[in-house]
């Protein structure tokens, strides 16, 4: 029988208020993948960190700002995911808190990631956040929230399994999110406490025995439409401009 695979993008906020959650994951990964080499998984790891203003994003291997470029270029495959445990850790705790979030767009960017093949990979993205998705500038959010449909498409079309730990505000984007197929929100508080009430240790280790016991998905990704916030567009990354974000 051969090993399973599983490729697995963490979507973390980095706004101020993240530093002890993001520490949080760093310290606790292991028991994921403990997890994951118990159950014969060939695994990748990966981490979409993002913060306004510009939608700045960082990943693994590229932590100078320009994994946007990367993404959207020539040869993508060649930049992203690592077998590495120390290496993800590293640049983990490289990161630096700054400004506020983008997580749509940020989760678009985790989304379009170059994951396996869709036949013989698990692809799971884990968005992390002590936000709701509705705390973005008002117009900015209203025009974002125009991009839920598609983005919902998207996880499906991929065979994308999408899990989101943070607050959910009663018919927002969370719980629209929630419907799709292989989607799990777990709600947390909305307070000045942030993730501080969230056993990560534990979160993580759940997180590997449910990628054990998920349903392979057998069938080819389906056609689906990429960098749905024109990102691929943005020419470096000190030209970033999102939705609501001045220049």
């Not at 981490?47 to 320009?66: K, Q, S, W």
């Not at 505000?169 to 197929?181: C, P, Q, T």
């Amino acid at each position: 029988m051969p090993a399973r695979k599983v490729d697995i993008v963490f979507c973390l906020d980095t706004s101020d208020s993240m530093q002890p959650c993001i520490d949080s994951v760093r310290e606790n990964i292991g028991r994921l993948i403990d997890q994951l080499k118990d159950a014969k998984f060939e695994w990748r790891l990966d981490f979409v960190a993002h913060h306004m203003p510009g939608c700045r994003v960082y990943h693994t291997e590229t932590l100078n700002g320009n994994a946007c470029d990367l993404l959207y270029g020539n040869d993508p495959e060649s930049h992203f995911f690592t077998t590495d445990i120390e290496r993800f850790k590293q640049a983990l705790g490289q990161q630096k808190v700054a400004g506020d979030e983008n997580m749509l767009c940020a989760l678009d960017f985790a989304l379009d990631m170059p994951f396996g093949p869709a036949n013989t990979t698990q692809r799971v993205v884990v968005l992390i956040s002590d936000e709701p998705f509705e705390t973005n500038e008002p117009e900015a959010f209203e025009k974002a929230r125009g991009k839920v449909d598609a983005i919902m498409e998207k996880i499906r079309a991929r065979h994308i399994t999408f899990l989101a730990v943070m607050p959910v505000r009663d018919g927002g984007i969370a719980e629209k999110l929630s419907m799709v197929d292989r989607a799990d929100i777990i709600p947390v508080e909305e307070n000045d406490q942030g993730m501080q009430n969230v056993d990560m240790a534990d979160l993580l280790g759940q997180l590997g025995k449910t990628i054990s016991v998920t349903t392979m998905q057998s069938s080819g990704e389906e056609p689906y439409k990429r960098a749905l916030f024109g990102q691929d567009k943005w020419p470096t990354v000190k030209d970033f401009d999102h939705i609501g974000d001045k220049k």
